[in-house]
């Protein structure tokens, strides 16, 4: 049985290594990427074919906007452009959207803007969650997932960067940190 | 990652599936335990608890998760009511839970170290169970890892920190089943179901590849395991110095 000097140590002895421990273990700045990291082709496939792949020609889509018209990819030539797939169940994705509307808010003047593609919600649903969440990015309907399967997309979120000249330039899985997408951006608006 | 079961028109959301079903378990068997370490009168207070407990865990849950995601929450504060069950948090619904569960407790003269040793018994299984939801719809996912057994997750592979959880959570159960069999001072069952509870949190937040962090790069998480595992040691140093006065009641 412990006596109550017995306890006394062990609590302290938790204080101690318990505090050390977690010291040791937090989150340093230099474990997330200092910079955005473009990538380069790395496809097999035929150069100028449109693929979801870095160095391709992002394929092109027209889809419902919220507001009622449509948006093509293609008639975005000449900004930056972020296409999210996404949809408001996801927690994942959700978790993202604060972070893209500070980088759209930040670099939409110079020339960046994000398409988020809904996948396979109806638009009261997402005009809804845009409007509770002050997202003012353009946004579209992927009714049938045709989009999604064009760009091959497995998980939710995905992300595709599309430079000036409609060409992919880094493809990214999952939530996106705000380094990430601020840098890249940031990277392509300089070209 | 399944996030969505399809049931004919049905979407139902695998992570709000599960952790309803972890509700409706923890209900059952806090009867169950409270029986065991108690009798009918003590299962009678659980019951009476059960309300007020889970309410207070769903407000706990939901304000400790809009103040960790306040960047979005703060642009509508709608979201802090929205009924979504995935937008929880498990330290502010455990602490919500207790403060009101315990509340009603001292309210009612019940007795407190019984009832929460008797959470304390009920509560891991379920935990495992809504840790498996999360792992399905893609929460508090894991860094990117080459262990061997990192699962494919968000495009790469990764700890598998729901799973972790879910093990010591199943852990948890185990060594608090076992010590229920022996004869032991009212609260006992708690303050280790506590320092358990603050282990794993304590090693497995660094594991997260979003976690809550401080500015300065602490986990939120881990501070909170940490002052749940001292938690858990003041309330047994209370309680040790006592002899054993209550029997168990083995079914």
Known sequence: MLTTRHWNALIVLTL?????????????PAVLPPSPVIEEPTSNLPAGEPAPEAGHPAPDFTLEALDGGDISLSALRGQVVLVNMWATWCPPCRSEMPAL???????????????????????????????????TFPAVLDRTASTAASYQVRVLPSSFFVDKHGTVRVVYRGPLPQGILDGTVEELLKE | M??????????????????LLAAFLFSWLLGRAARHLGGDTLAEHADAALLPAIVGAALGGRLWYGLVHFDAFSASLSMFAALRLSDMAWPGAMLGGALLGGLWAL???????????????????PQALASVGMLLSGEAFGRTTS????????????????????????????????????????????????ATQGLAMLLVEPLRANPALFPNGIHVGQVFGLALILAGLFWARQHAARRPIVAPVLE
Request: charged share 15%; hydrophobic share 50%.
């Open chain 2, 107 to 125: 309210r009612h003269e019940a007795p407190l170290a019984r009832l929460a040793d008797a959470a304390a018994l009920a509560l891991p299984l």
């Open chain 1, 16 to 28: 101690i290594f318990g505090t050390v421990y977690i010291a040791l273990t937090r989150a340093a």
């Open chain 2, 2 to 19: 399944y996030p969505l079961i399809e049931l004919g028109p049905l979407r139902l959301a695998t992570g709000g599936l599960l952790l």
């Open chain 2, 147 to 194: 262990l061997p057994w990192g699962l494919p997750l968000l495009g790469t592979i990764r700890h598998p920190t729901q799973l972790y959880y879910a093990l010591a959570a199943a852990l948890s159960a185990f060594v608090l089943y076992r010590m229920s069999r022996s004869p032991l001072e009212p609260g006992m069952l708690a303050a280790v179901g506590l």
């Open chain 1, 101 to 135: 509307q500070s980088t759209y808010n930040r670099y939409h003047e110079r020339g960046f803007t994000v398409v988020a593609v809904n996948q396979q919600e109806d638009a009261a649903t997402v005009a809804a969650y845009f409007q509770e969440n002050g997202l």
